[in-house]
């Protein structure tokens, strides 16, 4: 896929697929948070 997306939309896959997101969530710490605000 890499050649049909650029960087962002690339590392927005990766980081959904992964449930990195919902593992931030689960952490439920300022640190988490601030790290879910970046993407």
Do not use: C, M, P
Not at 15 to 34: C, F, H, M, N, P
């Amino acid at each position: 896929q890499a050649e049909f997306l650029g960087v962002n939309e690339l590392l927005g896959q990766i980081i959904e697929s992964t449930g990195y997101v919902k593992e931030l969530e689960a952490e439920d710490t300022d640190e988490a948070r601030a790290r879910i605000r970046k993407y």
